[in-house]
């Protein structure tokens, strides 16, 4: 049994239940282990479930107890709650949903956002506050948190504006130029949410605050500045006037507290925009942190700066987990956190002291003359990364020796160099692992008795560069570059098929879903309210007539600066490109993923496995290539990890968490692209997970929530 869970015995006496937040002086809530209350299981983001009636013995004969299936085919990233037996989720275009947790039957739902699917996803959990009888699920719909009465999906008309707040209240300046959203859920401490949020990546973008909210009335109780105001403390890694003029640095896969402390761990994104930091010179605290912060008053506590004036991308993509390890003989609380780069930090939770050795490396300067570097940036020296880190000539793929060829003439007009190296405007640079990591949002799981981390990761190449904005563009023809080629590419061709090319807009797009797009965002692309009418009209144009567009742009509609949103950034990101050989496949050698298990005690590796497949692949032989993932794992304490989240095979898999071995799988309609949850109803115990094919757009669309179980 685990000393947190051990806690919770002693605990309840007093407050009659297990997993207790802050019980001492309120009627707090009272969870017991059948139930999964929170985003990664507990507050703590262990991803843990002491349920153990499936087990290694009887794992082979899991089955699918039942499937809910929503009409909508997009993402859905959602790990559901679960309390009392009623599973909470939401839609791939963002209803509500409450199921019968033994058989999927509908409840409620709430269709909270008025206008389709503009809005959609991804939402990635949900969050229940609990007081004795009382109860309130919040949830963020884009840019919107709302409360709703788990029992009958109503608004809990109390808090905020009827059951609304605005995820802008309380950031600075004109918030309406803001695009934010709520893709990872908020942590409940005694009676407020902690909220960060996503945001734009180039300007103008909120600063990222964390912000707390009271649970029952949505007024704001305390907000931590990630870029500081002026005299705060790292307001000098800035220029002047920072808040007014910059964005990111902001949270938004999540959090970890530590409920007895009292204090909540938040990683932190990089500064806009994403790949070029010319106006925004210094190391710029806080973002690409872990910062502790006093989960009552906002305070921090402590923090780590993994990245120094990133100009790479490299936010902190995934929640922290809470692990207590082992170190001479004493136990010590600590706080782990995963990175794209592939690095496990792992952190003395009260003091933030490295229980691994962080080194220094020195980093190469930019060849952009407005590009300040830093000089160094921190290198943990342990444990190893679960990513490989330089790509060379001899580790690209082995498919075929034409396709080696292939790659290998490609390689040689890269610069590739490990981490760290600046992007050049001559050629193209390796980002290995990829912009999409090493480790993602799914976050990991955790062994706490153990101090074992359980950590999937993507192991493919991606390249980037920048190009020189040039004069005398078109005015949205320069509105595209700089706000929008980043994702769709400087030549409108995307990066299929997570960012759509442009050129050839689908036929069912009308200019008014084309405007809603661009103002409201979708998916993973956010939404640009600062955008005045006239440049959403000439994007609009731009997308859907680009002959037109063209031959209306002439000299004197060329860039107004002050008023083009971001349009005056001097260079700008070319696109994101995996490497990628001409079938489709990375050009890099397998495992293309791998599920990972390291002893945070000694920083050593218990296993590693391939992990995913592509099934045509697999047809001809090449069983073990691994494949891109997204969504998490689960353990529970009879040893098993649960997962889905490989894009292509579709598989729910259950692996032996102490040796790697694959012990069951199961293919699923969609793939799980998503950290499942697990929890108990009437003696019986489910895993469930969120479905859906909108990252592999050959497979058939659709998306459901499965739950498996053994047999009655
Ligand atoms: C941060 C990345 C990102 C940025 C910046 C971005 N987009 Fe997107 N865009 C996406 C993604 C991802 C999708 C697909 C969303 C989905 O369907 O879930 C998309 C979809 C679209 C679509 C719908 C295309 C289709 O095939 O359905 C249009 C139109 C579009 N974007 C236009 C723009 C314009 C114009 C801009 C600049 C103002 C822009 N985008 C900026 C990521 C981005």
Redesign the pocket.
């Known amino acids: 049994m685990t000393q947190a869970f051990m806690k919770g015995i002693a605990l309840s006496a007093l407050c009659l239940g297990i997993f207790v937040s802050s019980c001492s002086d309120s009627e707090q809530a009272v969870f017991t282990a059948s139930d999964w209350p929170a985003y990664g299981g507990q507050n703590n983001g262990n991803r843990y479930s002491t349920l153990t009636q499936v087990n290694r013995a009887n794992v082979s004969r899991l089955k699918p107890a039942w499937q809910f299936n929503m009409d909508d085919a997009?993402?859905s990233q959602t790990q559901p709650i679960v309390v009392g037996g009623v599973v909470y989720g939401l839609t791939p275009t963002l209803d509500v949903i409450a199921l019968n947790g033994a058989s999927g039957e509908l409840l409620w739902s709430f269709s909270g956002l008025d206008g389709p699917s503009y809005f959609?996803g991804p939402s990635r959990g949900l969050s229940m506050w609990k007081n004795g009888d009382k109860e309130i699920l919040f949830v963020g719909l884009v840019d919107k948190l709302i409360a709703i009465d788990p029992d009958n999906g109503e608004l809990v008309a109390e808090f905020g504006d009827d059951g609304v707040l605005d995820l802008r209240t309380g950031l600075p300046g004109d918030t309406s130029r803001f695009y934010v959203s709520l893709s990872s859920p908020g942590v409940i401490y005694r009676d407020t949410i902690i909220v960060g949020f996503r945001t734009a990546?180039?300007p103008p973008a909120a600063p990222g605050d964390i912000r707390a909210f009271d649970v029952r009335t949505g007024k704001l109780v305390w907000s931590f500045h990630t870029i500081p105001a002026a005299g705060e403390f790292g307001a000098d890694t800035w220029p002047e006037n920072a808040r007014a003029t910059q964005g990111g640095a902001n949270a938004w896969a999540g959090f970890a507290l530590d409920e007895e402390r009292g204090i909540v761990y938040v990683p932190t994104g990089s500064a806009v925009p994403d790949f070029f930091g010319g106006e925004r010179a210094g190391d710029n605290l806080f973002a690409n942190s872990l910062i502790a912060l006093d989960a009552t008053t906002g305070e921090r506590i402590w923090h780590f700066q993994a990245v120094r004036h990133d100009i790479w991308d490299r936010d902190f993509p995934a929640p922290p987990s809470l692990v207590t390890v082992q170190r001479e003989g004493k136990a010590i609380d600590a706080v782990a956190q995963t990175s794209k780069q592939g690095y496990v930090y792992l952190f003395n939770r009260v003091t933030g002291e490295s229980l691994f050795p962080i080194g220094e490396r020195t980093a190469s300067p930019s060849s952009i003359a407005e590009e300040q570097t830093a000089t160094s940036q921190p290198m943990p020296t342990a444990p190893e990364p679960f990513a490989r880190q330089t790509l060379t000539a001899d580790m690209l793929t082995t498919r075929s020796p034409e396709m080696n060829d292939w790659a290998r003439e490609q390689f040689s007009n890269f610069i590739s160099a490990g981490q760290f190296v600046p992007f050049s405007t001559k050629q193209p640079t390796v980002v290995f692992p990829g912009f999409d990591g090493g480790a993602e949002w799914g976050g990991a799981a955790i062994d706490p008795g153990r101090g074992i981390i359980y950590i999937n990761s993507n192991d493919i190449a991606w390249t980037g560069a920048l190009a020189a904005s040039p004069d005398g563009m078109g005015f949205a023809e320069a509105?595209?570059q700089a706000?929008?080629a980043?994702?769709?590419g400087v030549d409108k061709q995307g990066a299929p098929p997570?960012?759509?090319a442009?050129i050839n807009?689908?036929e069912s797009?009308s200019p008014e879903d084309?405007r809603n797009?661009?103002r409201r965002g979708?998916?993973?692309?956010?939404g640009?309210p600062a955008?005045a009418p006239e440049a959403v009209d000439g994007?609009t144009d731009?997308?859907l007539n680009p002959e037109s567009a063209r031959s209306s742009s002439s000299q004197e509609d060329s860039v107004p600066s002050s008023s083009s949103a971001g349009s005056d950034v001097p260079y700008r990101f070319t696109g994101y490109h995996r490497f990628l050989d001409p079938d489709g496949y990375p050009a890099v050698a397998p495992p293309w993923g791998t599920l990972n298990a390291i002893d945070l005690n000694t920083g050593e590796y218990l296993w590693k496995v391939p992990f995913g497949e592509h099934p045509e692949l697999k047809a001809q032989g090449l069983e073990t290539t691994g494949s891109e993932n997204y969504g998490g794992p689960v353990l529970t304490a009879s040893g098993l990890l649960f997962i889905g989240a490989t894009l292509f095979d579709r598989k729910f898999r259950a692996y032996d968490a102490a040796t790697g071995e694959l012990l069951w799988e199961y293919e699923m309609p969609y793939s799980g692209m998503a950290t499942p949850a697990v929890y108990m109803v009437d003696g019986r115990q489910y895993i469930v997970i969120a479905t859906s094919n909108?990252r592999n757009r050959r497979a058939p669309q659709g998306s459901a929530y499965i739950a498996f179980a053994l047999p009655e």
């Open positions: 997009g993402a959609k990546e180039s509105l595209y706000q929008c980043v994702c769709h997570e960012f759509p442009l807009a689908p797009l084309v797009i661009i979708i998916g993973r692309m956010p640009f955008l994007l731009l997308v909108s």
